[in-house]
């Protein structure tokens, strides 16, 4: 079965601290996506990769940042955690190519920061 | 406006059809996606379209494509109560990235 797993389900953190979000995926896939979740706002991508230690911005980069150097790992980081980044965060996965471009999602990691 | 848009609420009773609505702005857009999202839980892909097909049925589920309006809908029929969830609307987008432009999402509430 096809699988992203992120490595934590919640987190809570304080203004400034230094957050890893980590997310893996056993499907050998190219295209590794990170997004945020808020209510009335849907999925708004903030960065994404499409090969290792390849990554670009999406619509929202701001106080994120993101690194690649496993094909199966994608890492967020948030350098100074505000409390504008409390959200939901998902992590998600894809072939690249002319196909379907389905996005296999992580469960999410709902990050608090006080 | 924005990309995809959403009406965000849609409550039905237990039995009745429920058609949740999408619009978007990008014609160029080669595949549109319905996304389901269970509380606590991520986003699993239920259904797609591709641009040049005008209807999809799968089961309980049809999608209706409108190119010329920008339309996209889901309809789900003898709705359930396991049907509640957060509903997402999304496109391809143009380049070959194989990112993907979400809606707002609607939160599909069904009575019994």
């Known amino acids: 079965d096809v699988k992203v797993t992120q490595s934590s389900r919640y987190l809570v953190k304080r203004t400034g601290e230094k957050v890893f979000l980590e997310c893996v995926q056993d499907?050998?896939?190219?295209?590794m996506f990170w997004y945020r979740q808020d209510p009335g706002l849907g999925l708004r991508l903030i960065y994404f990769s499409y090969d290792v230690k390849m990554k670009e911005k999406g619509d929202i980069p701001e106080g994120y940042s993101v690194s690649r150097e496993k094909k199966e790992r994608f890492s967020l980081i948030l350098e100074s955690a505000s409390t504008n980044q409390t959200s939901m965060y998902l992590c998600?996965?894809?072939?690249?190519?002319?196909?379907?471009?389905?996005?296999?999602f992580g469960e999410g990691s709902r990050l608090t920061v006080l | 406006g924005e990309d995809v848009e959403q009406s965000l609420f849609l409550s039905v009773r237990e039995g009745d059809s429920s058609v949740i609505n999408c619009t978007y702005t990008?014609?160029?857009?080669?595949?549109l996606y319905w996304y389901k999202q269970e509380p606590g839980a991520g986003l699993q892909l239920l259904t797609y379209?591709?641009?040049?097909?005008d209807m999809k049925q799968d089961q309980r589920l049809t999608v209706l494509l409108n190119k010329k309006d920008k339309h996209l809908s889901l309809r789900i029929a003898d709705t359930q109560t396991g049907d509640s969830a957060i509903y997402f609307c999304a496109r391809r987008g143009s380049s070959n990235t194989g990112k993907l432009i979400f809606g707002q999402g609607t939160t599909l509430q069904v009575k019994p």
């Open positions: 499907m050998d896939h190219e295209n």
């Open positions: 998600a996965s894809s072939l690249p190519g002319p196909g379907t471009g389905e996005l296999f």
């Open positions: 379209i591709f641009s040049n097909m």
């Open positions: 990008d014609s160029s857009s080669t595949y």
